[in-house]
């Protein structure tokens, strides 16, 4: 990304560095447990039927949220409060596997973290694909693309780190600690931006 002494060039760039932060460090906090998800749906007293049905219970809410949710046509003031509350939804299904005891649980959970997705990803794209320089659209899509790969891969190697040689409690106490930084950095972009518009 260059820098430019623009100062609205400069804003774009940094709600750009803001959103994908926030993002990166959510998709870090969902992926610890990806490498052993198996294992946490198996200690909960679940068996492969009920990881694959979890799994399935997610991306069906997941999908039918998305299009139930963005259906509606939202103004921007909207679209970004809707941003947030998506954003925080998903947090408290994270926050939900230190509750988990039995897969009824875990399908509640999958709900709220689907359903916090669902409303939250769509007006993210959107949001970063405003403040993607046209320069450097290409890069910046690329760099967003190519992180995500990159922390996925991370989480699923601090995942099986963590479980291998410490317990899940663990696990879940640091995916609770990431996704709240994620959140924290969604209301900063938020209020950021409604003070930005307030401006204009």
Do not use: C
Request: glycine fraction near 8%.
């Amino acid at each position: 990304m260059k820098s430019n002494s623009n100062p609205i060039a400069r804003s774009i760039n940094f709600f750009y560095r803001l959103l994908v932060s926030s993002y990166i460090i959510s998709t870090f906090s969902e992926g610890i447990i990806l490498p052993v998800y198996a294992i946490f749906v198996e200690k909960i007293g679940g068996d492969a039927l009920s990881a694959g049905t979890a799994m399935g219970v997610f991306l069906i809410t997941q999908g039918v949220f998305t299009i139930f949710v963005h259906k509606i046509s939202w103004s921007k003031a909207q679209q970004l409060r809707l941003l947030v509350f998506g954003w925080f939804i998903w947090t408290i299904g994270i926050a939900s596997y230190l509750i988990i005891s039995n897969v009824w649980m875990l399908f509640v959970t999958q709900i709220l973290t689907a359903s916090g997705n669902a409303i939250a990803d769509p007006i993210f794209e959107e949001e970063l694909a405003d403040h993607t320089d046209q320069r450097s659209e290409e890069f910046e899509w690329g760099f967003f693309e190519g992180s995500k790969d990159v922390v996925s891969g991370l989480a699923a190697i601090v995942g099986g780190v963590i479980v291998g040689l410490y317990n899940f409690s663990l696990l879940i106490y640091l995916m609770i600690f990431t996704a709240s930084i994620s959140f924290i950095l969604s209301l900063y972009y938020y209020r950021r931006r409604v003070r930005m518009q307030s401006q204009s």
